[in-house]
Nanobody, 128 residues
Framework: QVQLVESGGGLVQAGGSLRLSCAAS????????MGWFRQAPGKEREFVAA?????????YADSVKGRFTISRDNAENTLVYLQMNSLKPEDTASYYC????????????????????WGQGTQVTVSS
């Protein structure tokens, strides 16, 4: 049974930082592209960041470029991280981890079109 469990959310002041983690189990982690999405109240879920199975390719939403960094640990742990710096109130949302098998080259397309697995989410609240 595949499980994705997010952690690391919380309340932070604008300008602060948080690091989210997603622990994956029940899948061949190194074969899966991983992504982070978020959903604010009353809004649709939106893409935040993605990383290919190897970690060699990443992609970010324009709204977080230069502030957020996605990374993964294929060697020691089945974890994917989202380092969030210079947080803004508009970053407030529930953040979800997603996983899908893909090649090195179509990881973003696969995640955006139909991620196979989703976590339950972790809440991030940024106060002004």
């Amino acid at each position: 049974q595949v499980q994705l469990v997010e952690s690391g959310g919380g309340l932070v002041q604008a300008g602060g930082s948080l690091r989210l983690s997603c622990a994956a189990s029940g899948l061949t982690f190194s074969s899966y592209a991983m992504g982070w999405f978020r959903q604010a109240p009353g809004k649709e879920r939106e893409f935040v960041a993605a990383i290919s199975w190897s970690g060699g390719s990443t992609s970010y939403a324009d709204s977080v470029k230069g502030r957020f960094t996605i990374s993964r640990d294929n060697a020691e742990n089945t974890l994917v991280y989202l380092q969030m710096n210079s947080l803004k109130p508009e970053d407030t949302a529930s953040y979800y981890c997603a996983a899908t098998p893909s090649s090195e080259y179509n990881f973003l397309t696969r995640l955006l079109s139909s991620a196979d697995y989703w976590g339950q989410g972790t809440q991030v609240t940024v106060s002004s």
